[in-house]
């Protein structure tokens, strides 16, 4: 029982730190060691490649006048005009691709 409240006062804390909840992997089992219980929680950082491959698929087959790329466990996305990257943002954010998404560094 004091398994469940710390992991739940973990993933409220990463909620407030506004961490998605997407990227915890919370499907290990818990490990008795003696009188305590060990339970490991991953963080997933970056994007694997299959996923970055159905990602950019995607962005590709939506039309828009975009060039994606994979770079390591990153997407960039470039383009033109401001309003075809804000489209690709709300495609990604609609699509349902099981990574957590953080977009950064839009210059105009």
Same mark, same amino acid.
Request: charged share 35%; net charge positive; hydrophobic share 35%.
């Given at each position: #029982?004091?398994?469940? /409240? =710390? $992991?739940?006062?973990?993933? $409220? !804390? *990463?909620? +407030?730190?506004?961490?998605?909840?997407?990227?915890?992997?919370?499907?290990?089992?818990?490990?008795?060691?003696?009188? /305590?219980?060990?339970?490991? @929680?991953? =963080?997933?950082? &970056?994007? $694997? !490649?299959?996923? *970055?491959? +159905?990602?950019?698929? *995607?962005?590709?087959?939506? &039309?828009? +006048?975009?060039?994606?790329? @994979?770079?390591?466990?990153? =997407? !960039?996305?470039? &383009? +033109?005009? @401001?309003?075809?990257?804000? *489209?690709?943002?709300?495609?990604?954010? $609609? &699509?349902?691709?099981?990574?957590?998404?953080?977009?950064?560094? #839009?210059? /105009?």
């Amino acid at each position: #029982m004091k398994l469940d /409240s =710390i $992991e739940k006062i973990v993933l $409220e !804390r *990463a909620t +407030k730190q506004h961490i998605d909840l997407k990227a915890f992997d919370l499907s290990k089992e818990p490990q008795p060691s003696g009188k /305590s219980v060990i339970k490991t @929680i991953t =963080i997933q950082q &970056g994007i $694997e !490649r299959e996923k *970055a491959k +159905k990602i950019v698929k *995607a962005i590709k087959e939506s &039309g828009l +006048k975009v060039q994606p790329q @994979i770079m390591d466990d990153m =997407i !960039r996305v470039t &383009g +033109k005009k @401001i309003d075809d990257l804000q *489209a690709v943002m709300s495609l990604c954010r $609609e &699509g349902d691709f099981e990574v957590p998404l953080q977009f950064d560094n #839009m210059k /105009s």
